[in-house]
């Protein structure tokens, strides 16, 4: 009875993943603003709470309903209490599946990787300065905003929110749509973007499809640059809860109080998590199949967006993975005709990516870490700010969390020993920030003041370009820079 206790509190602590809302509203300016040489635009990452189902209608309602933890757990007890009497794992499986797919069914896309359902975003296609509803904030994307206002105006600063679900290539379409309203309406030759996460393959996709001559700078911020390790492993079906992940997630990853660290630090010392995740892993070996036919592959595997955080060598057999048979193939043709477009262009990027450069484009990488990531796939050991800093910052050498390189000293190494950036595509302007938050942009924070002078700094600057910013920094909870720790 005692070990079936730590166990239930082991998946209570497991499941129990709040989903960030970031309030929208006006902050003000201390000082006028300066208008720019080029406008900028921000093209946003995955937000599950910006979508909504018949948007702009009286139906309206935000697609994902509100995920309880009460929900959560009536579900996994009805599988345990079917699976105690049957010892079928499918028993247990089937009403968490049912959950998961009555929660993201519009989500779903069809067999051409179109949305099935009508789901859509409010969408900004002129400047903030054209809406009274335009959504600051004080951090994230939401603080880019904000900053970006505060130091142009308004009318210089342009947001492309959109269905994250969508094929890069399709969105590129409307990138450039505002790009050249931006260019019109300020009569000018280019612009600059700020491009985060899911963004960051957005912006690929535009400038595969259009170029980079109306383009000045580019930052990549917590951007998808080399996919992911998580799309990948899970579209090859490697999943694999690993004991040690799912202790530093749930100790470290989950922001809880100092009374349940200790509670999580019982539970690992009773091997609580290691029965969880040994119960987790037999379920998985004998059950990936049902779980792919069940949920994966109609829900997430159809999403076209989510196949461009696929590591491009990974992406064919991720294909013969999620549609193992030549049946299969043919059904979902509409959908592997895009998924190929997309392997296209990312095979494309590297030497798009540095001829930009070296025509005299601004690009500038700044990704994060220091935080353990969802301990569910294979790679999940590495270390990141939700996704895994290996891929943001274009290739980078990282530790396992709470682990060092072992590596010679040079400088591509962080102070810490946990990431080396000397394989990253590019290292003179890619800046590795310690505990800042995937996405930061706190309003009036050092780390907002550096990435915007980025763009606002004449010269493309590097690592060696200012001594205030070198390659690697860290930040305190406000975002301001302190020494490395």
């Given amino acids: ?59 309206e309602r935000i697609y994902i309903p509100p995920i309880k933890a009460s929900d959560i757990f009536a579900a996994v007890f009805k599988g345990a209490a079917a699976y105690a009497v049957t010892s079928d794992k499918k028993k247990f499986l089937t009403p968490v599946l049912d959950y998961l797919n009555e929660t993201f069914k519009y989500i779903a896309c069809d067999k051409n990787g179109d949305s099935v359902y009508n789901v859509g975003v409010y969408e900004y296609p002129l400047s903030a300065a054209n809406y009274e509803d335009f959504p600051l904030g ?60 899911m963004g960051g393959v957005m912006t690929v996709g535009y400038l ?57 630090d019982f539970l690992y010392k009773a091997g609580a998590i290691d029965r969880l995740c040994e119960l987790l892993n037999s379920f998985v070996a004998e059950e990936t199949q049902f779980v792919l036919d069940y949920t994966v592959r109609d829900i997430f595997g159809t999403v076209s967006s989510w196949w461009a955080l696929v590591i491009k060598e990974e992406i064919d057999d991720a294909v013969n993975y999620m549609f193992p048979t030549d049946e299969m ?31 005299g484009v601004g690009i500038f990488v700044l990704a994060s870490y220091d935080k353990p990531l969802f301990p569910f796939y294979e790679r999940s050991g590495s270390i990141g700010d939700g996704l895994e800093t290996a891929r943001m910052a274009g290739g980078a050498i990282t530790a396992e969390y709470g682990k060092t390189l072992d590596v010679e000293e040079s400088e591509f190494l962080s102070p810490d020993k946990m990431v080396d950036v000397s394989t990253v595509l590019f290292p003179d302007s890619t800046w590795i920030i310690k505990n800042a938050p995937h996405v930061a942009c706190k309003v009036g924070s050092d780390f907002a003041e550096f990435m915007f002078c980025l763009i606002d700094t004449e010269e493309n600057m590097t690592v060696y370009s200012n001594p205030r910013y070198p390659r690697f920094l860290c930040v305190d909870k406000n975002q301001n820079f302190v020494p490395y720790k």
């Avoid at 902050?27 to 208008?35: D, I, S």
């Avoid at 921000?42 to 709470?49: A, D, E, K, L, S």
């Avoid at 040690?244 to 349940?260: D, K, M, Q, S």
């Avoid at 895009?338 to 025509?359: G, H, Q, S, T, V």
């Fill in 208 to 264: 595969y499809k259009y170029g980079y001559d109306k383009v000045n700078k580019i930052v990549f911020l917590s951007a998808v640059l080399d996919g992911t390790y998580m799309v990948s492993d899970v579209y090859q079906g490697k999943i694999n809860f690993n004991p040690v992940y799912a202790y530093n997630f749930l100790r470290e990853g989950l922001g809880l109080p100092f009374i349940a660290k200790i509670l999580v």
């Fill in 1 to 59: 009875m005692r070990k079936f206790v730590s166990i239930v509190l082991a998946i209570v602590l497991m499941f129990s993943v709040c989903m960030p809302a970031f309030a929208a509203g006006s902050v003000g300016a201390e000082n006028e603003p300066t208008p720019p040489e080029y406008p900028l635009i921000v093209i946003r990452g995955v937000n599950f709470m910006n979508e909504y189902l018949d948007v702009g209608t009286k139906n």
């Fill in 329 to 359: 193939k043919e059904e979902y043709s509409g959908l592997l005709q895009r998924i190929e477009r997309i392997k296209e262009m990312l095979y494309a990027k590297d030497e798009l990516l540095r001829n930009a450069k070296a025509d």
């Fill in 138 to 197: 004080d951090d994230h994307e939401e603080g880019i905003l904000t900053e970006a206002v505060n130091r142009y105006g308004a009318e210089y600063v342009y947001y492309f929110n959109y269905d994250w679900r969508i094929d890069p290539l399709d969105a590129a379409d409307k990138i450039n749509e505002m790009i050249e309203r931006a260019l019109l309406d300020h009569g000018c030759d280019k612009v600059n973007i700020i491009c985060c996460s």
